[in-house]
């Protein structure tokens, strides 16, 4: 998910590298954003506001452009810094300043996004994620049930 970030956060050390590093990828495979945005299937408002700095992107962001750049995972690498920062930004229990988040790795095996049972594993631990980051214990098995509307 993007999120727009303060403007403080938008000059921050891993974003300013992550951004800089998107963009030299960028121009070096000779793509406009638009022809980027194209082949990671984001939009080129997307392309352009990560960017700029006026939003974060996404770990899937990162994990697409270094399939397309070719960039060997920088931008992957980059991630779990960059969402250290996005996580201070939003003003959640993130790190302080100068603290890297400790976000596990992104498996090494991509899901198939068709496959209903790999996208309920990703939503768990999606959701298993979450709470960490909030400080939630963990709950097992499937969420309440929302109140009725009546």
């Known amino acids: 998910m993007d999120r727009t970030p303060p403007s403080s956060a938008a000059h921050s050390a891993a974003s300013h590298r992550f951004r800089a590093e998107l963009r030299r990828w960028r121009t070096r495979q ?53 969402a250290a920062e996005q996580l201070a930004a939003d003003g959640r229990r993130g790190p302080r300043f100068g603290e890297v988040a400790r976000l596990e790795p992104a498996p090494a095996a991509r899901r198939d996004a068709r496959d209903p049972e790999a996208v309920v594993a990703a939503i768990d631990e999606l959701r298993e ?4 980051v909030l400080g939630q214990p963990e709950v097992d098995g499937p969420p309440p049930a929302p109140p009725s509307r009546r």
């Open 30 to 82: 000779g793509l406009t954003q638009r022809a980027l945005a194209e082949r990671v299937r984001f939009s080129r408002e997307t392309v352009a506001a990560v960017e700029s700095g006026r939003r974060f992107g996404s770990q899937e962001f990162a994990v697409r452009c270094d399939e397309v750049l070719g960039t060997g995972g920088r931008l992957e690498a980059l991630w779990p810094q960059v």
């Open 129 to 132: 994620l979450i709470g960490q």
